[in-house]
């Protein structure tokens, strides 16, 4: 028989927190309307009831006892809104072995510990529903899921953190350092106390391993993917690659290789035609080649109270469709394989190098000879200034097998007039 009301327990009430429940208690009309079902926030597990919020809950809603929520029977979906790895992960598998569905926004615990919970939810005929854990209100997840199920999906390439896309954009527009621009994120509410997961790349990383995960049916590692961060930026960079007709972007990239799967994030020199050269600031976007759909991009907000509670809001649709018109057995990515995960040594790119050197004759020969001996062709190669005897170098190569690039990029660095200190981005072609 099916239940008429969705009664809700979430677990944390934060920013995104905040949100859903706005939502719930200012468009309930709305979602009854497109649930046939009545929407209950019955409970929310805090840390402190007492505290002041921004949404006026009933005082009896709030417990600090998660018990209070895996333990009532009546409660048919936990929101999982804490974050974090613990006691995240053993709320939801008590939720699921209780017989409950699942919507969580945490791309920590999906990238890390997302196949362990999808199997527990299919042996107890439930579903774990994790749109938000990736793009905030972008649809990304459904999409993969199900509208692009009957492509090969032959490449991902994304900016899905919005965090290192504003420093990046004031870098370039605004002629700020990283740490200006840092700080310019910092007062915006953009970037965290402790920025390091999203400067270094592993916030990017953590949706990778899920997007990857889905568009190509495979079961991946965190320790799989190759992780660079955008430490190495510099204001100089930024301007080079626009001279040169190009932006540098923080990009998530997975691509459907002939012996396996290259995933990488990476800063890379994205040309300024293409559709991700135009995502600026907070926004994210990722862009998906499908061989029956061909090209296809999503773009929005990646993060945000509202935005993140509006993919929320959407799985707990979905999870009101599944109590009406229950589906055994109904997670599709268990069936997913292993991967096979190429090195990065093997991969193919294009690259940007700035150089400094001892502006004396002979230095460009040796440069062109270093790469001509490991069969690495130069698109372009330019001075850019000499200043007290020091000239600035700047290159780029044609398409290249990495591997020779680095044995190249070696023995340059050994030659007496090339100064310490280089700059090396890959070209997203």
Known sequence: MAKEVIKIGMLG???????????????????????????????????????????????????????????????NLVLELMGGIEPARSYIAAALERGKYVVTANKDLMALHGQELLELARRHNRDIFYEASVGGGIPLIRPLKQSLLANHISRIAGIINGTTNYILTRMDQDNMTLDEALAKARSLGFAEADPSNDLE???????????????????????????????????????????????????????????????R???????????????????????VEGDAAGEVMFYGRGAGSLPTASSVLADVLEVGRCLRCPVENGVPENSHKEATVLPMDVLVSSFYLRLQVQDRPGVFAALANAFG??????????????????????????????????????RIMKHPAVQPGHSVFRVLS
Do not use: C, W
């Open 201 to 263: 790349g592993r916030d990017a990383a953590y949706k990778l391993a899920i997007l990857a995960g889905l568009a190509f049916h495979r079961r991946i590692s965190l320790q799989q993917i190759h992780v660079e961060g955008i430490g190495g930026v510099t204001r100089e960079d930024i301007h080079y690659a626009r001279e040169l007709g190009y932006t540098i972007k923080l990009l998530a990239l997975g691509e459907q290789l002939p012996a396996g799967l290259g995933l």
């Open 13 to 75: 009430m934060g920013t995104v927190g905040s949100g859903v429940a706005s939502i719930i208690l200012n468009d309930s009309a709305m979602l009854q309307e497109r649930t046939g079902m009545e929407i209950q926030l019955k409970r929310v597990l805090v840390r402190d009831v007492n505290r002041r919020r921004a949404v006026d809950l009933p005082s009896e809603a709030y417990t600090t006892a998660a018990e209070d929520i895996l333990g009532d029977p009546s409660i």
């Open 265 to 287: 994030v990476h800063p890379a020199l994205v040309p300024l035609e293409h559709p991700l050269a135009s995502v600026l600031n907070e926004f994210n976007a990722v862009f």
């Open 373 to 410: 001996d490991e069969q690495v062709s130069l698109g372009l190669i330019m001075q850019k200034r000499s200043e007290k005897g020091i000239a600035e170098i700047v290159l780029v190569t044609h398409d290249v097998v990495e591997e020779r690039f680095r044995r190249a990029l070696q």
